[in-house]
């Protein structure tokens, strides 16, 4: 099977329909405006109830009760209701799944944990948009959902070789596939048409120093998660923690000890992002 056939088989998955294609659409519109953008969240109650909840927890910290969609968006921003907005599509786009190997509670914890970690890097680098790292680290390991559902039952031939070999599970998918679930989620970041620096922050996740265009943010999502595996912040299926590539480390530029300040950070937010994406 080729990493085409993955995207090809779950074509179902690799796109949006109904009121999720209109707001994904909506979102990925650079010319998309408050009203249109709330227009199109009315669509799905569940992805306006949790974007509004969102909007009222600490995470934003307003001090007035936030009541009304496009007040949400019009205070917090074209930016940050994008990431908002998205990461509920994403989650619930998948929910449900029934994808052998992967607990999905735990999946959806890592991918958050790693989500907020990015987030809190990018933050203590004070870059710009820090809520599309959030969204980078969110989806990074979605190819791993498509991998094990394309396998079904062969996704034990996976896991028996990561046993077998006491090999990383990435490595045990690249020695039974011929390519990893990183490679997957590049290119399903490519079908759903998400941004350069997106594909390939997902793609080399696990050899940031691949990445030629989109280095740091390749780097943030590489370090976060392997910080969200070594506190055991939920799980997609690896068991071990990967290693942070030196150079990946030294090109962030952050401190060892502003990592204790990182992850305190992340933590903070990250209950609060599971209570509400996760109900």
């Not at 990431?83 to 449900?96: L, P």
């Not at 060892?256 to 305190?264: G, K, V």
């Not at 209950?271 to 109900?279: E, G, K, S, V």
Request: net charge negative; charged share 20%.
């Amino acid at each position: 099977m080729t990493l085409d056939d993955f995207i090809a088989e779950e074509s179902a998955l690799c796109s949006f329909s109904g009121s999720y294609n209109t707001i994904f659409s909506c979102l990925n519109d650079p010319g998309a405006n408050v009203a249109t953008i709330t227009e199109a969240v009315e669509l799905d109650p569940t992805i306006a109830a949790k974007t509004l909840k969102l909007a009222n927890s600490s995470l934003y910290g307003f001090p007035e009760p936030i009541e009304t969609l496009h007040r949400a968006v019009s205070i917090i921003g074209l930016q940050q209701i994008r990431q908002i907005v998205m990461s509920t599509v994403v989650i619930e786009h998948f929910r449900g799944l029934p994808v052998i190997g992967v607990d999905m509670e735990s999946f959806w914890r890592h991918s958050l944990a790693v989500g907020a970690l990015a987030r809190s890097i990018a933050r203590f680098r004070r870059e710009g948009n820090i809520e599309r790292l959030y969204l980078y680290g969110l989806t990074h390991d979605l190819g791993r959902l498509l991998m094990f559902l394309q396998l079904a039952e062969r996704t034990e031939e996976v896991i028996g070789i990561r046993e077998r070999d006491g090999t990383l599970l990435f490595e045990a998918e690249t020695a039974f596939l011929g390519f990893d679930h990183a490679s997957i989620g590049g290119a399903l970041m490519d079908a759903w048409g998400m941004p350069p620096a997106h594909v390939e922050a997902i793609r080399y996740h696990h050899a940031p120093n691949d990445a030629r265009a989109f280095p740091t943010e390749t780097a943030i999502v590489h370090v976060a998660d392997s910080i969200a595996n070594a506190l055991r912040l939920g799980s997609s299926g690896e068991r071990f923690v990967p290693p942070v590539d030196p150079d990946a480390f030294e090109r962030i530029g952050l401190e060892m000890p502003l990592y204790d300040e990182i992850t305190s950070h992340a933590r903070q937010q990250l209950d609060q992002m599971i209570t509400i994406l996760l109900d």
